[in-house]
């Protein structure tokens, strides 16, 4: 029996025969499905290369209700119920896309997996929590530039403040703390030249045996719209 998630879940079939497992797109922080992925034209590339396409809206992001654990555990739970009954998936997660796709191998038979944009530390760690919500809430901008940051993406056109900040206090409550042995499948980790978001990003390739890192054009949003990066992850998860 398939136990229903919460998520909002876009699928997407190929037209003809299937020729690999599906793929699970994760996006970032304060966007969706549709704006990184499905607006930038992923699924339909992936369905013409015979792929399944699971597309999910974050918990508190997009078409998604607010958790009211939004640790990355609870999150993680919620992407295994999303995936369903498969033999393998690939993966491939931007962002906190990247950081929550971290913790998938093991509770998912994944077989390749690229983490893209991922920041080597906890970003949300330092968030003023609460001057991001008076500034929700109508007061002023935050005088650190990070939760300032924060505070304008949460506050964007169609975006929910209160469940942005509850992902955010639960990333500070299990904050990414990479280790050598987590991950042992075939992994790719990209990141744009100009992305300060990731950088140090080479610093998490030791801790997964076997693993590349390819640099692309573009700071952090770029490198997720650009040709580059597409190439470099269709390339990868084509190899058998």
Aim: charged share 20%; glycine share 12%.
């Amino acid at each position: 029996m398939t136990v229903p998630t919460s998520l909002a879940v876009r699928r997407f079939a190929p037209d003809g025969p299937t020729a690999g497992p599906p793929v699970l797109l994760l996006h970032g922080f304060a966007s969706d499905g549709p704006t990184d992925w499905i607006g930038t034209g992923w699924p339909a590339a992936l369905t013409a290369a015979g792929r399944p396409v699971v597309v999910p809206d974050l918990p508190g992001h997009g078409s998604s209700p607010a958790l009211a654990d939004a640790t990355p555990k609870a999150v993680t739970e919620e992407l295994v119920l999303a995936v369903g009954d498969v033999s393998e998936v690939d993966v491939v997660g931007y962002s906190l896309g990247a950081r929550l796709a971290w913790e998938l191998p093991a509770l998912l038979p994944v077989r390749r997996l690229v983490l893209a944009g991922i920041s080597p530390h906890e970003p949300f760690g330092a968030v003023d929590v609460e001057a991001a919500q008076a500034f929700a809430d109508g007061g002023r901008l935050p005088a650190d530039p990070l939760t300032a940051a924060i505070a304008r993406m949460i506050t964007a056109p169609g975006r929910d403040p209160a469940a942005l900040l509850r992902c955010v206090e639960g990333l500070r409550r299990e904050p990414f703390a990479p280790q050598v042995g987590t991950i042992g499948v075939p992994t790719r980790f990209v990141a744009g030249r100009d992305d300060p978001v990731s950088q140090g990003i080479e610093t998490l390739v030791p801790l997964v045996p076997g693993s590349d890192l390819l640099l692309v054009p573009g700071d952090h949003g770029g490198a997720l719209r650009g040709a580059a990066f597409k190439t470099a992850v269709l390339t990868f998860l084509d190899t058998p």
